[in-house]
């Protein structure tokens, strides 16, 4: 009896299986093997897109010491990475890795003019988000991180609203400063100076990737602040109406 009983107790350890982990995109639903690296980007397991701004390898994903991991194999692309409601969120920066520890990992990044998002699910993630925080993410409670007026909300509005009108497609253009400025009746020049205050405000918060400065191309700047805004959720779904707002129009037009 003891024995069987030694062996009972040790036989589920040997035998442990990897967690499984699944990958969503566009809709579509893939299981992500566990013995090898899977790789995203242009060309790999998962061919995102042809879009020549996308790295042929961009992502690759595998299980190493007891859990999976994404790494940035890419050369100049990074990735926002943000548990499901946003509560959590980390830059992916070219060469580097983390773990993917909650029940639903979103990765967003841009290529060029085109945002795309994915997500990655487990049903065995070694955290979860507490119910604290959960809540402080419901709109009831919540506490941002940075107060914006009304119209440098609503210049975020304009700018994310292809992510914010998105119904299950997980490929975005961009708005370009000229578009995003006429669809709020905006000079380039108030649109440039508010697009300024917004990220210098960010970039004081330590969000990375919104410093202006020689080498930084305005399309990258503008994409980031769009990936870190929907993700985080300091702009929604909801926030749309912002961008038809009569009084918000008179006010821009004041002053100017």
Known sequence: MTDVKADAQTEPAAERATPPLRLEFAGEWRDVPPDRAFVIGREGDLAIDDNPYLHRQFLDVQFRDGLWWLANVGVRLAATVSSAGGAVQSWLSPGARMPLVFERNVIVFTAGPVTYELSLHTEE???????????????????????????????????????????????????SSTAAARRLGWSMTKFNRKL?????????????????????????????????AVTSQIVTRADLPLLDDESLREAAAEED
């Open 125 to 175: 993630a070694p955290y979860e988000i507490s119910r604290q925080v959960e809540e402080s993410m419901s709109g009831e409670t919540t506490v941002m991180p940075a107060r914006f007026t009304a119209m440098q909300k609503q210049l975020i509005v304009a700018l994310a609203e292809p992510m914010l009108r998105r119904e299950g497609v997980s490929m975005n253009e961009l708005p």
């Open 196 to 228: 300024d205050n917004v990220c210098d405000k960010l970039d004081r918060m330590g969000v990375q990737g919104l410093r202006g400065g020689p080498g930084k191309v305005a399309t990258n700047r503008r994409a980031r602040l769009v990936e870190y």
